[in-house]
């Protein structure tokens, strides 16, 4: 059994029985516990590969250290496959490389009869052994092909949820088979915990955008992992703290963690061409200026470090790799305003995690979810989230600054208001005299769906409209439409001050409680060096390129409540700076033809295009579908001549 926090288990017995003829399996829960834990097990029939939950009681004896973060554990120092980034989309394909097969269902057809009838040409095939070009080039002529321009991300949804957008609930397709000594060694390296962009929304107490069906990995989906970890009934958009969980739970419940390296930050891909002639290679075994030989035969050397026990215990580690997929996202660094004074202001923060880490309704939380799961005589407390030296803030504090219009800025001020403090809100609105500003990504949302966003947006167009005005508006909310910071500092009193200038150019100061500014965020890609970088990146200043977070949540919410015939239908799958073409299918870095034999480096998830989890997954099954023709190749005939 697994827990995802770090709690070191010292001991534990089962006080009921397990069924006989059963093994268990895993037990699914995400906190740190001891004590008796009252719970539900998963348990696997003897006679049967299914799942099935069955009530229990276990006795764990637990020591726990929760300041540690858990120890990062040094990753090999060779695999066939290096994956970099532990999100959604690096954890679908280290399922997929574990040599888990997707099949089509055929006892259940495909609500899309063309799809249904190339499916079922060969039944027994697994859809990565056919030809993607023929299974996708209709879906390209699919509503869904307004949400992603991918061919191979739209077969991945539409197997997963299967006409989700019309008739949501519809069961997957897909048909998974394990085989395992197919499977590729890999390793998943990612700077934090497992769930990339979700650990860290680990403490956020917002839903989802997204429903939750769309947030499912295989075999184990997110309606299974809340029936493990709760008795009450899950809501249509979950909160971004139980999906961050999930992902977490999900790599133990489905037997994969083996792969997973949390706590890794990759500093340096280098091609092993280059690294062996500037005389190193990545088990350091050069001899006598001889190129190393095992070396030789890979494509990369990976190196980083692990920070294992806090940022002092670094310990670097160095691995070749035959293949490196990049699964690294667009939420890197966050975006500075720039030119203003100040802004590294120790009361300034750029990151949202800063500010809804803070909840002093926790405490009702924690209640609310030990009653529901176990006994009040039970000695269980659910982690609470740690309270974040910035916000220490009431009603009666000064307002809290917020620059953005977007989702991040958003659920910082609603998060804020939720808790009594009064919000200051900079935001961009087109006006007579800033025509060029463009509309907040809020204004997208529908207020049946995000009644939350909705709210706030008809607020920010009230000051944008001059409808509202501070000295009126009682609501602990004030816009300041167009404004710009100028300058952030400590008055000799320690007040914290910002001085701005508004739209008509005045210019005044005002006492803040904190300052967020939630911008957008870049891309980080400097860790490809020499011919990695060039592989993939279109140019070597494009490293850093930035990527606006602002922008791609505009889309990420439009795309999920516009009428998707109201979207170009396309059959590029043109990717958005800083990469080069990927070739769609495969998702390889594509290079003119004479530069073929460069060994591979894949580009997938949210680095290539795609924002919603559901599409993220395509570029694991490319790879999958790549590396068959490629390394499957040589497991063929390695079988044969050991048959012969
Ligand atoms: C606030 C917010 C709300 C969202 N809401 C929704 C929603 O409701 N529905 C939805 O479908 N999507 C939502 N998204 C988008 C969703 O998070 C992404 O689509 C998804 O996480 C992308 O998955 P990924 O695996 O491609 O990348 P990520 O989840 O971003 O994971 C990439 C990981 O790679 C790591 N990494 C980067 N560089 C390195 C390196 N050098 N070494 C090691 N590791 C590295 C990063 O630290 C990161 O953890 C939301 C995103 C945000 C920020």
């Given amino acids: 059994f697994f827990?995802?926090?770090?709690?070191?288990?010292?001991?534990?017995?089962?006080?009921?029985?397990?069924?006989?003829?059963?093994?268990?399996?895993?037990?699914?829960?995400s906190a740190e516990c001891s004590g008796t834990f009252?719970?539900?097990?998963?348990?696997?029939?003897?006679?049967?590969?299914?799942?099935?939950?069955t009530p229990i009681a276990l006795h764990i004896d637990a020591a726990h250290n929760t300041s540690q973060p858990r120890l990062g554990s040094l990753p090999p120092t060779e695999v066939q496959v290096a994956v970099i980034g532990n999100g959604p989309a690096g954890i679908f394909t280290s399922y997929l490389l574990h040599g888990n097969y997707p099949y089509y269902d055929t006892s259940n057809p495909h609500p899309d009869n063309i799809l249904h009838a190339k499916l079922s040409e060969r039944p027994n095939v697994s859809i990565v052994h056919q030809d993607l070009l023929h299974l996708t080039e209709h879906l390209v002529y699919t509503p869904q092909a307004a949400r992603s321009s991918n061919p191979v991300s739209l077969l991945v949804d539409t197997m997963f949820h299967p006409n989700t957008d019309a008739d949501p609930g519809q069961l997957s397709r897909f048909s998974w088979r394990s085989e395992p000594w197919k499977g590729y060694s890999h390793a998943v390296l990612g700077k934090g915990e497992i769930g990339g962009a979700w650990a860290e929304m680990k403490n956020s107490d917002e839903r989802t955008v997204s429903y939750a069906e769309n947030m499912d990995l295989p075999k184990f989906t997110y309606a299974d992992w809340w029936s493990a970890t709760h008795i009450t009934t899950p809501s249509d958009r979950p909160f971004r703290s139980d999906v961050a969980h999930y992902y977490q739970d999900y790599v133990h419940a489905v037997g994969i963690a083996d792969a997973f390296h949390p706590h890794t930050e990759v500093t340096h891909v280098i091609t092993m061409e280059e690294a062996l002639a500037a005389g190193w290679c990545a088990c350091g075994d050069v001899k006598d200026g001889k190129q190393c030989e095992m070396c030789a035969k890979f494509g990369y050397v990976v190196c980083g470090y692990v920070t294992q026990g806090g940022k002092a215990a670094r310990v670097p580690f160095s691995m070749r790799a035959k293949a490196v997929v990049l699964a690294t996202g667009i939420f890197e660094r966050p975006k500075w305003l720039g030119g203003v004074v100040g802004e590294d202001a120790d009361f300034v923060s750029h990151e949202l995690k800063d500010i809804v880490s803070y909840n002093p309704a926790c405490d009702d939380v924690t209640n609310?979810?030990?009653?529901?799961?176990?006994?009040?005589?039970?000695n269980w407390t659910y982690p609470t989230p740690p309270a974040s030296p910035r916000l220490s803030l009431s009603a009666a504090s000064d307002p809290y600054l917020i620059v953005g219009s977007g989702l991040s800025a958003a659920d910082a001020i609603i998060h804020l208001r939720a808790q009594g403090v009064p919000v200051l809100h900079i935001f961009h609105h087109p006006t007579s005299r800033n025509p060029h500003y463009s509309m907040s990504p809020l204004a997208a949302c529908s207020r049946s769906v995000y009644p939350e966003y909705a709210a706030l947006y008809r607020r920010m167009k009230r000051y944008a409209t001059g409808m509202s005005r501070a000295k009126e508006d009682d609501s602990g909310y004030e816009g300041l439409v167009n404004a710009r910071m100028v300058e952030l500092k400590r008055a000799k009193?320690?007040?914290k001050m910002v001085t701005m200038q508004d739209e008509e150019g005045r210019v005044f100061s005002q006492a803040v409680g904190g300052v967020g500014i939630l911008i957008g965020r870049k891309i980080d890609m400097g860790f490809l060096k020499g011919q990695a970088q060039?592989?993939?990146?279109?140019?070597?200043?494009?490293?850093?390129?930035?990527?606006?977070?602002?922008?791609?949540?505009?889309?990420?919410?439009?795309?999920?409540?516009?009428?998707?015939?109201?979207?170009?239908?396309s059959l590029d799958f043109t990717i958005s700076s800083p990469l080069r073409k990927v070739d769609p299918y495969s998702f390889r870095a594509v290079r003119p033809v004479k530069q073929r034999k460069e060994p591979r480096l894949y580009a997938i998830g949210a680095l290539t295009g795609d924002t919603f989890v559901r599409f993220v997954l395509g570029g694991g099954l490319g790879v999958l579908w790549d590396l068959e023709r490629w390394l499957g190749k040589s497991r063929k005939s390695r079988t044969r001549v050991v048959a012969e």
């Fill in 534 to 569: 060039e592989q993939i990146l279109a140019s070597r200043e494009e490293t850093n390129e930035e990527e606006n977070n602002d922008v791609r949540m505009a889309e990420l919410v439009h795309n999920s409540t516009i009428s998707p015939s109201s979207r170009r239908l």
């Fill in 368 to 378: 609310s979810r030990q009653d529901s799961l176990v006994p009040s005589t039970a």
């Fill in 3 to 29: 827990f995802s926090s770090c709690t070191r288990i010292s001991s534990f017995r089962l006080t009921s029985e397990c069924p006989s003829g059963n093994t268990i399996v895993n037990l699914i829960h």
């Fill in 38 to 53: 009252h719970g539900r097990i998963a348990v696997r029939g003897l006679s049967s590969s299914s799942f099935f939950m």
């Fill in 493 to 495: 009193d320690g007040r």
